[in-house]
């Protein structure tokens, strides 16, 4: 029972993940793919930049709750469920199967788990998103760089070996989602792939501009 229990947790968590709050959002306020603006991610910073600054606040609280409710009840299991309850809504933002895969880059799935498991990581990622968005008004290179650090500042505070492998798992969504990058398509060239896969990485863009990136609308973004 515990088993078919804790599969269902997990397919429910994913599903409850891939609800596109910020597509949703963008459709109901402005009649609008967000997909097809800036970044291309269903996000929360697209929602600000090309729908309604205020409505960051309503995506964003959204799918906060949507890992704190998947963290919450898988903690009703145990530690390790908790932590893969949340990972797997985390995958849902990601890759929502409503939108066919094409979705967030699960920061907001990230600071509900660990509203649920450990606060000071709340602390920790925020910082980083304030300061970049402060200090040069792109907090892409911050988060990677605090998700990078994520895991030995979880380990460095003494947390429980399930959600320190919970935290690898953070940084793992991280990098394959920027490097995915919402299917969109390599260069045919070698060095402009990597080139371009770099800038996923540390910059969460394929190009070097972040204005130019986040900016883009349906008539200047190339598929």
Partial sequence: MTTLLSIALLIGAYLLGSIPSAYLFARWRKGIDIR?????TVSGSMIWEHVSKPGIVLVGVFDVCKAVAATWLGYQISLPMAVAAGLMAAIGHNWPIFLRFIGGRG??????????????????????????????????????????????????????????????????????????GNQRHLPDNRAERRRVLLYRVFLDRDIRSWEEWVHRTPATTQT
Wanted: proline share 5%; with cysteine; net charge positive.
């Fill in 107 to 180: 920061l907001g799935l990230f600071l509900g788990m660990c509203l649920v498991l450990f606060p000071w990581g709340c602390v920790w990622i925020l910082a980083s998103l304030i300061l970049g968005r402060v200090i040069s008004r792109d907090s892409a290179p911050w988060a990677m760089a605090a998700m990078l650090g994520f895991p030995l500042f979880v380990l460095w505070m003494g947390q429980p070996a399930a959600f320190v492998w919970g935290s690898v798992g953070m940084l793992c969504l991280t990098i394959a989602k920027r490097l995915e």
């Fill in 36 to 40: 097809r603006y800036g970044s291309g």
